[in-house]
């Protein structure tokens, strides 16, 4: 009799032990993480958060390790986990006993019950399922999470580069109108021009600096944005130009495709659906199993007799057949499959928007490329010519230029608005599609000094 | 009664009453084409130019103009789209004599209509080509003859009377010179002739503008400017004549060095002595035609319009004052921003000239555009342009050959303080 509740005390335990817990797998995050962000493995381990980055890549490295926030994100991904498991652990077995003085006998009358939740052993694998779904949804999160951060640091980057070099195009802007008033100064203290005209000239020269105070701003604002995303200290700095465009764009159902594959919060829609009709399946199947439990009850009565046999207990679904929980489970499903509806149509939205900037982004840059940039540059050279020979002004020749370089900054404007485009796209295939490598753009207007010496060469005259 | 020859006359005139348009057709009265009698007898020295060759149909002296495009070089470097006469804007000078029965024969090359107008002829005033008024116009193809007996003598010119200042902008005009019956006196032993004419040849345009009423850009003797215009030769003691015209929208102060000029005629002829008057500057206004006659003095005298800009090549009426601005400091830092900015006109305009002329900006302005000061004498840049020449007279002039620049006598030449 004792043997028989031995052997179900073990039968219990050993039932308990044998469930495993969930593991919140952060490292395949990670690893996934990396894998979309084609990064490779042994630098992230190496990187050094005291030391900035130069390349994006390298930039994405020291994210991955130095901002607070990818951890943050792992470290939600354990809690979530450990909730699940306990979430999902079979209740302990309950003992209950009774102790009675009988006044009409002597001694003691005894009475234990051994209840196991048997309910919740048959229900295990189906709780443990949904508890994996849930999970599955949260490393999708994390994942999401992640590399939404790293697409900000491409966006920020690809903000920064355009930043950078405006703010360079800008102070040669505000300096070529600075020397525009100077020399205007020049030609007043000469006798040669009116009032007006020089304050024409310094005018021109103010709004060009408030330009130019306002771009080394916007530099310096989207250094610290870069720098809070890497989670570092020090500023980073642009040692990598901005590149031109690719030959082509992607085409709308490429970018869908893989979106669908590979987004991470299309997988947690589909992950949350599919979990949903299978939590209403159970719900449908267990309609009538309601609360069972199963045990050993033993009595030692006080006259001396001990009795000891199994115990169960049943809820009978007599007037509550689990009806809510079923038409509860059949709205969660439909909700989450519209859900999903709602996801797809957002994301294919999205791809279209951020696909049609970055194809009007092309053919802006193509008409600057094609048309308006070489115009300058002809119309600049022609100035110069007409300079030489007296038919145009000092002060033309000046603004002439000024003007090129406000063109050149609304040329690069829409180059980021091309690159930041890309990379929007880029966060909705789920970081799984990445524009081609192509070579760094290069602005003549930067680099006037070889020009200079170059023309020097030529015309070695210094007045 | 009208008689079947009646008839077909009167058919024949309906039908130019129907037309407007008077025609005749003869074997006689063909253009010439091959002109036997070539302009070697020409009296007349067309600056840059010739006189046209003509041919004698009995006792008719007949020409032929073909009004045409041209692609005409106002000075090395400068080219541009003209129309004008028998390949040249001005188109050849006219030759006759006072007297003569002549023929002219106008065919029109073009694609717009022209006519032509003798300017200062005494003729018939069907023969006076103003389109719309004295005549139809003469289509593209079309060949017209204008034909009159000269009653007069003096320097004259011819010029279309159809679209006139676009057809002139592009530079149609030439010169129609009568010589006396009787010969005058004092001989004249150099006649040279030119037309006076201003172009709106934008730079680095290749068109002439016909729209520009003020701001021309080239000023030119016979379609050309200094120092592409032809130098005035004689020989110490000539007596020199020299014809102007001006077609050109301003008048012009005609100035010679080293002489007092008589102004001795115009379309009026050579005029009676009594009213001859010496100058050294002479106005030539718009429409008119003066000649001036001199006795040369040996030496390289310049000769020029007197209205300074008309002297100078293309330059900018917006351009900023240059003179006295001190700005040198600032070039290095204006070059980091504008390669190759260099600094002219800081001590006057002089400065630029020695730049273009004798350096290194020489080529460095727009193209098809001629600079603003230009030629090369023996002592530096002349920095003229435009209507500027120079009469050179010399002792022992070979009377065909430029004698090179003058050599003066000591004594005879400005000298430095030391
Ligand atoms: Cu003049």
Redo the contacts with the bound molecule.
């Keep these: 009799m004792y043997r028989l509740l031995a052997i179900a005390l073990g039968c219990l335990w050993l039932t308990g032990c044998a469930i495993r817990p969930l593991e919140s797998g952060r490292d395949q995050v990670l690893q996934q993480t990396q894998h979309r962000l084609r990064l490779d493995n042994a630098a992230i381990t190496e990187k050094n958060c005291s030391a900035a980055p130069a390349t994006l890549a390298d930039a994405m490295h020291t994210a991955l390790l130095c901002n607070p926030q990818v951890q943050i994100a792992l470290a939600e991904l354990d809690i979530s986990t450990a909730e699940l498991n306990q979430q999902i652990r079979i209740d302990n077995p309950n003992l209950g006993l009774t102790v009675r003085d009988s006044d009409s006998e002597s001694g003691v009358n005894i009475e234990l019950d051994l209840l196991a939740p048997v309910i919740d052993l048959i229900l295990y694998p189906a709780r443990k399922s949904a508890a994996q779904a849930t999970l599955d949804r949260h490393r999708q999160f994390t994942l999401a999470a992640i590399l939404r951060l790293a697409n900000d640091l491409e966006n920020a980057w690809y903000g920064w580069q355009v930043a950078d070099l405006k703010a360079q195009v800008g102070n040669r802007f505000a300096l070529t109108r600075q020397l525009n008033a100077e020399l205007g100064e020049r030609y007043h203290q000469a006798g040669n021009i009116n009032l007006h005209e020089f304050a024409e000239l310094q005018i021109n020269a103010g709004t060009a600096g408030l330009l130019e105070d306002q771009l080394n701003i916007e530099r310096k604002a989207m250094q610290i944005k870069i720098q809070r995303l890497l989670g570092i200290r020090q500023l980073p700095k642009i040692q990598q130009a901005l590149r031109i465009l690719p030959d082509s764009d992607p085409d709308v159902s490429t970018i869908w495709q893989i979106a669908q594959a590979n987004h991470p919060l299309l997988q947690a829609a589909q992950i949350n659906t599919d979990a949903l009709a299978q939590s209403l399946a159970l719900e449908r199947r267990f309609r009538f199993l309601l609360d069972f439990g199963a045990g050993v009850s033993l009595e030692k009565e006080a006259g001396g007799g001990t009795s000891i046999g199994p115990a169960i207990e049943l809820e009978l679904p007599l007037w509550n057949q689990n009806q809510a929980e079923i038409d509860a489970a059949q709205g969660q499903l439909s909700k989450g499959q519209q859900q999903l509806l709602a996801l797809h149509n957002h994301f294919s939205a999205e791809i279209q928007l951020a696909l049609g900037q970055m194809q009007l982004a092309r053919s802006r840059l193509a008409r600057y490329r094609q048309q308006i940039l070489p115009a300058y540059k002809t119309k600049m050279e022609q100035t110069l010519k007409e300079y030489n020979y007296m038919l145009t002004g000092p002060f033309e020749l000046l603004e002439t230029r000024a003007e090129q370089m406000e063109t050149i900054m609304a040329f690069l404007d829409d180059l980021g608005s091309y690159w930041q485009s890309a990379s929007k796209l880029s966060r909705l295939s789920g970081g799984s599609w990445s524009p081609a490598k192509t070579a760094a753009l290069q602005l003549d207007v930067l680099a006037p000094e070889t020009q200079a010496q170059q023309t020097e060469q030529n015309h070695v005259h210094t007045p | 009664m009208s008689t079947r020859r009646n008839f077909i006359r009167d058919a024949s005139m309906l039908s130019l009453l129907a037309t407007g348009i008077p025609m005749r057709a003869s074997a006689a009265l063909a253009p010439p084409a091959n002109t036997k009698k070539n302009a070697a007898d020409a009296r007349i020295i067309t600056l840059n130019g010739r006189s046209l060759d003509y041919r004698m149909n009995a006792e008719v002296k007949e020409f032929h103009l073909i009004a045409e495009p041209v692609e005409h070089e106002f000075a090395p470097g400068t080219v541009a789209k003209c129309w004008g006469y028998n390949g040249t804007t001005p188109g050849p000078t006219i030759e006759v004599t006072e007297g003569e029965r002549i023929r002219l024969f106008v065919t029109n090359n073009l694609n717009e209509h022209t006519t032509m107008h003798w300017h200062g002829a005494l003729l018939p005033c069907g023969m006076d080509g103003i389109g719309g008024v004295t005549q139809p116009h003469i289509q593209p193809g079309e060949t017209w003859v204008y034909e009159w007996t000269v009653r007069q003598h003096g320097t004259l010119m011819y010029h279309p009377h159809a679209d006139e200042m676009t057809q002139m902008a592009f530079g149609m005009m030439g010169l129609f010179i009568v010589h006396p019956k009787q010969p005058t006196t004092p001989k004249v032993d150099r006649d040279y002739a030119f037309l006076l004419h201003n172009w709106a040849m934008h730079p680095g345009t290749y068109r002439p503008d016909p729209s520009v009423m003020v701001d021309f850009d080239l ?1 030119t003797f016979n379609s050309k400017t200094f120092p592409a215009i032809d130098y005035l030769y004689a020989s110490s003691g000539d007596r020199v004549r020299i014809r102007v015209g001006n077609l050109s929208m ?1 008048n ?1 102060p005609i100035h010679l060095h080293g002489h007092q000029f008589y102004v001795t005629g115009s379309d009026g002829g050579r005029y009676p002595q009594a009213i001859w008057r010496p100058e050294v500057t002479e106005i030539v206004g718009v429409g008119q035609m003066r000649d001036i006659e001199f006795d040369a003095v040996p030496g390289d005298w310049a000769f020029h ?1 007197h ?1 300074a800009h ?1 002297t100078m090549g293309p330059m900018s009426h917006n351009f900023p004052n240059m003179v006295g601005v001190q700005q040198r400091d600032l070039v290095e830092r204006i070059r980091q921003v504008v390669p190759g900015y260099w600094t002219h006109g800081e001590n006057g305009m002089a400065e630029h000239a020695q730049h273009i002329v004798g350096g290194h900006h020489r080529n460095s302005g727009p193209a098809n555009t001629m600079p603003m000061m230009d030629g090369m004498g023996p002592y530096g840049p002349i920095e003229m342009g435009g ?1 500027f020449t120079i009469v050179k007279v010399r002792d022992d002039w070979d009377g065909k050959s430029n004698p090179g620049w003058f050599n003066h006598l000591p004594g005879e030449q400005a000298y430095k303080l030391e």
């Design positions: 000023w301003w012009h319009c209205m008309h209507m």
